[in-house]
């Protein structure tokens, strides 16, 4: 695939993921996000419900891997959905740190991936 193919099989990916999940009232917009940590992101949504996820070029220029980038797109859609859970729990007077709430959000996204990934790839 191209780079542009890639791009495109990725924001497809999110916005099935985004359907399935009943994520559907917000503005989501896409774009390049460089950070040379993260092969994507998804960025908190404003009180206008809109938001961006990101995709890193650089990892899509290599990787071939399918499977690995509509994984990348469900991991931004299940951030989406903590969100707010997020949000909340880093609140200022919050007793959990940033890292602590950032690593239970990945439990949690790293066991969906690993219990529903290879299933809800084939919903359409
Ligand atoms: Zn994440």
Redesign the pocket.
Known sequence: MTLKQKINFFKSEAKRFIAIHGLINYAVFFDSDENPECRASCEMPDSNRQLTIGYNETWLRQTDDCDEISKTAY?EVI?LLLAKLRLMASEKESYYSNVMIDEE??RI?RLLENIYFDKIKKIS
Do not use: K, L, P, R
């Open positions: 991991h951030e959000i990945h996204i």
